[in-house]
């Protein structure tokens, strides 16, 4: 039996001071930290002591278990966790209930949660839990099952931070959690590094971080394991008022995914763009990097380089073939999802997809059970794709059937049953291939290094090398 108890935004903060050097620890505003009783009220009650006193360090204390439900953040917040403490997300759905999305209630609600803070930090070698599965359904052989809604989900995202400026989250492991992760949306100024962020393999919805119209954001040094996208970068309509996301660098990180490691995509209603990937690590992947254009936003000036990326198939409920790289553009596919009202603008029942340019792969190694997929609707709206020093090892690893290209979520076929092919690319313009080469060692349904369908202005050089 967990007990719940809460705080009004109208209650008065604690009077506990802070201790020696602005700390501000949650069991001396009485939370008890056993893993059964809810602890968020003493939790608030710090937060909010920490921001009246103009800002300092609020404490998990070592070895203990503090269960809580929702919490908002403050401006001038480090929230810290001491080594062997764990900040677990109570699972008592009820509890849940204020939307990630605004007026979109279908995609989940907030746990932890800030909107219009400064200087905000997350940082010790605590853990913060979502208590994932206590959300989920069945466990089904590579996934589970989610729970049957309707316009409402009550599993929480962990944390979300809309409108944040300087934001710092360090050294902590978050893990588990029943939707996205770490959710980042208008927000500017933001550095996450040495970060382990340990999501259950199984969970679908489970992005690691989400960077929504967000600007001059950095992530280094982490270990990203999720079921969906490790690394996200989007434009959600929910948030338009925040306009474009740029100017976001990854380096130095190792992840996997049962869905795409990287991914840029599907949402973006307005402009991705100055995006820098580098010295990465991709593993036991379903897709490795992937940009996935489904609305009228556009994705430009986008460089991956250095980065091994190895992939293989799973099933269906996961999207993608185990495409190594992916660089699509194609409308969005209409349908009555729980969120489908909210994929188009406001009174169209119908999505445009926008250009993607200026792309960039660049001494990328890949072994996977499939090739690199270019696509787009429309001739030329793909354009100016640059692969130099390109190295795909071919490799059945499952018995999944391969032979497939994954197009969606798209208006149409989604799926593209072809021969493979270390290339593989339809109606794009401007791809430049330099030192490409692929072993595809009998690898089954193997056909030819490249195969352009409605391509213009293709260049290769020098010529393919196949052994």
Known sequence: MFRCEWISASEEVSSVVAGEYGEFVVTDFGAVGNGVTDDARAIQQAIDACSAAGGGIVVFPAGKTFLAGPLHMRSNVNLHLRPNSVLLANPNESIYNESAFGANEGEGMMWLSGKDIRNFTISGTGRIDGNAVAFMGAELDDSYELKPVTTFDPRPHVLTLINARNVRISDVTIANSAYWTVHLVGCYDVAISNISLLNNL???????IDIDHSRKVRISNCFIESGDDCICLKNRREFEEYGPCEDVVVTNCIMTSRSCAVKIGSENMDRIARVLFDNCIVTESNRGIGIQNRDEGTVEDVTFSNMIV???????VWWGKSEPIYVTSYPRARGNHKDAGWRFPKGATKGACGEVRNIRFINIASTSENGIFIGC?????????????VDLTLKKQTAFKGGVYDRRPCEGEGFVKSDVFGIFAENASGVTVRDFQVSANDFPGYAAPTNFVNCTDIRVSPADHVW
């Open 310 to 316: 190895d992939c293989k198939l799973f099933s269906d």
């Open 377 to 389: 609707d429309t001739p030329g709206k793909v354009s100016d794709i640059l692969l130099s020093n």
């Open 202 to 208: 199984k969970v679908r919805n489970g992005d690691g």
